[in-house]
């Protein structure tokens, strides 16, 4: 059972416009959502996290909002680069457990 | 600058034939993670360690044991390879649990031929 779904295995967004990538999840218990960037050949970088006290957290291009009646959190990239194409996964945690509950990531592709 | 760093970054083994991954940090986290990622899904936890309390994930194979020696340090050795245990390995790091983002090395990507 899928605790976290990205449900986009892909989004073609034009450079220069908003890239914006969901994830759902299912157990209400989750208190901290992270997003990470994966390159092809190297490990996940991460980008930005938000807790589940707040609805909106911001970190330059990116920003990260969350609306937990609907179980939802997406990430919005303005502008888009050609350097962010990348795959992209959705992570949550609960309380003060080690594992990161992982989506299956979306693979952002930037046109020029 | 502080880093997690990985070797070798890419491992050929026989089938059967023990091998050895490295990770060490520069962080002085002290949580270290061991993650196995197959093509483009999620990475897939297999152990961490608190310090040097070793916490085993329950479908992580017997095949797949770990050391940490020091805070520094820590190894993943898979005892008999065999073809399905061909992927990426991730070695992360985190202050704590919880709220603590995880920093990844570059993964060593292993073949069993």
């Known amino acids: 059972d899928q605790q976290v779904k990205q449900n986009s295995p892909s989004l073609s967004v034009q450079e220069g416009r908003i890239s914006i990538l969901n994830c759902d999840y299912t157990?209400?218990?989750?208190?901290?959502f992270l997003w990470y960037k994966k390159y092809p050949a190297e490990g996940p970088t991460f980008l930005i996290s938000i807790s589940s006290i707040k609805d909106k957290n911001e970190d330059g291009r990116f920003t990260v909002f969350l609306n937990k009646s609907a179980k939802h959190l997406s990430l919005h990239i303005v502008p888009s680069q050609p350097g962010d194409s990348a795959v992209y996964f959705c992570?949550?945690?609960?309380?003060?457990?080690?594992?990161?509950?992982w989506g299956a990531g979306t693979k952002l592709i930037i046109k020029p | 600058d502080a880093m997690v760093i990985q070797n070798p970054r890419y491992q050929v083994t026989q089938f059967g034939k023990p091998v050895t991954l490295s990770c060490s940090q520069t962080?002085?986290?002290?949580?270290m993670y061991w993650y196995q990622q197959k093509s483009s899904q999620a990475p897939k936890l297999l152990f961490h360690y608190y310090d040097k309390d070793f916490n085993n994930e329950a479908d992580t194979p017997d095949n797949f044991q770990s050391r940490r020696p020091n805070t520094s340090f820590c190894f993943l050795d898979i005892r008999s390879p065999g073809l399905g245990d061909a992927a990426m390995y991730l070695c992360?790091?985190?202050?704590?649990?919880?709220?603590?983002?995880?920093?990844f090395g570059p993964g060593t990507r292993l073949t069993v031929t």
């Open positions: 992570a949550a945690s609960e309380g003060s457990n080690y594992q990161l509950i």
């Open positions: 157990n209400s218990m989750f208190d901290y």
């Open positions: 962080l002085n986290h002290n949580v």
């Open positions: 992360a790091t985190s202050r704590g649990g919880g709220t603590y983002e995880q920093y």
